[in-house]
């Protein structure tokens, strides 16, 4: 069966935009959360949502949100963007609620802030 | 943030030799681990897990081990191979469903 897709693969945005990320999750799937992967920080969680519900935000601004839809896809939406924001955002995953066997993860979107 | 990422420890095999890479885990309360592998380019690759009732579980030439006392988890890689060279991360779970991972390991692996 397909993986989990991102969307775009890559994107190169200006200070101050904002942008968004798509992600469709394995077909059943209905947990996706997203993280953000970066040299200095590491993988970092952002949310996860489920049944359209987010139910766990980690320590991001507000710039930082994000949303699901009835069939599962999520979208996360970075405004005003910062130098900062140049990242690798992933995006996984897991079928039961809550998850006890792992996210399966996308390839991300790289995302260049200049 | 949660998972601190610094400069990344390596580690360099031989091609055939046995690989250990380690992991500290912060949270007492986590009760699920995944070790994960990630090549150039993609996303973390699920490799193996295991659960905080364990404290040993096998795949195929990979076992984790886990050691709950001093909060310590370990990945072996029996024979590594070239394809193997990735960089590891090992991520804890806890019930609110939030990963938090490591700061991972770059494995070299050389002829």
């Known amino acids: 069966k397909a993986g989990v897709t991102q969307t775009p693969r890559y994107l190169i945005k200006t200070r101050g935009q904002q942008v968004t990320l798509s992600c469709s999750p394995i077909?059943?799937?209905?947990?996706v959360s997203w993280y953000q992967q970066t040299p200095g920080q590491g993988l970092q969680f952002l949310f996860e949502?489920?049944?359209?519900?987010?139910?766990n935000k980690g320590n991001f601004p507000g710039r930082f949100s994000g949303r699901q839809f009835s069939n599962s896809r999520s979208e996360m939406n970075v405004s005003t963007l910062e130098l900062g924001d140049s990242a690798l955002y992933l995006c996984?995953?897991?079928?039961?609620?809550?998850?006890?066997?792992?996210?399966?993860f996308g390839s991300g979107t790289r995302l260049t802030v200049v | 943030g949660e998972s601190v990422g610094l400069h990344l420890p390596t580690l360099s095999v031989q091609e055939g030799d046995n690989s250990i890479i380690n992991c500290a885990y912060s949270n007492s309360a986590s009760d699920y681990f995944i070790w994960y592998k990630q090549e150039s380019g993609k996303g973390p690759q699920f490799i193996i897990d295991?659960?905080?009732?364990?404290d040993k579980r096998q795949g195929q030439r990979v076992t984790v081990l886990l050691n709950k006392t001093v909060k310590h988890l370990s990945l072996q890689i029996a024979a590594t191979q070239p394809g193997d060279s990735a960089v590891y991360f090992c991520?804890?779970?806890?019930?609110?469903?939030?990963?938090?991972f490591g700061t991972g390991t770059r494995l070299q692996v050389f002829p």
């Open positions: 991520a804890e779970n806890m019930v609110t469903d939030k990963l938090i």
């Open positions: 996984a995953s897991s079928s039961t609620a809550p998850t006890n066997y792992g996210y399966t």
């Open positions: 949502y489920f049944s359209e519900t987010q139910r």
């Open positions: 295991i659960r905080s009732n364990m």
């Open positions: 077909s059943g799937h209905r947990s």
